[in-house]
């Protein structure tokens, strides 16, 4: 039977767990249905439209890769 001296204190110690959803992930919640408004919302504006929308796009991208990224450190930890 194994003593409590036994256990080190970093076995004792548990981390706490955030609760609630990090906002990061829920960003393409947001790009979802932004990108079809841009494309309707402008459709007398082309030029004006296509550099929104791909800016738009390519912010998207980044904060996916920014996400990737991110997991990829957590695990290598």
């Given at each position: 039977?194994?003593?409590?001296?036994?256990?080190?204190?970093?076995d004792?110690?548990?981390?706490?767990?955030?609760?609630?959803?990090?906002?990061?992930?829920?960003v393409?919640?947001?790009?979802?249905?932004?990108?079809?408004?841009?494309?309707?919302?402008?459709?007398?504006?082309?030029?004006?439209?296509?550099?929104?929308?791909?800016?738009?796009?390519?912010?998207?991208?980044?904060?996916?890769?920014?996400?990737?990224?991110?997991?990829?450190?957590?695990?290598?930890?």
């Amino acid at each position: 039977m194994a003593s409590s001296s036994d256990f080190s204190t970093g076995d004792a110690v548990m981390k706490r767990q955030n609760r609630g959803s990090p906002i990061k992930f829920l960003v393409p919640l947001i790009y979802a249905p932004v990108l079809p408004l841009i494309r309707i919302g402008l459709r007398h504006n082309p030029v004006m439209r296509e550099r929104l929308f791909f800016g738009v796009l390519a912010g998207a991208f980044v904060h996916g890769a920014y996400l990737v990224t991110d997991l990829y450190d957590i695990e290598s930890k």
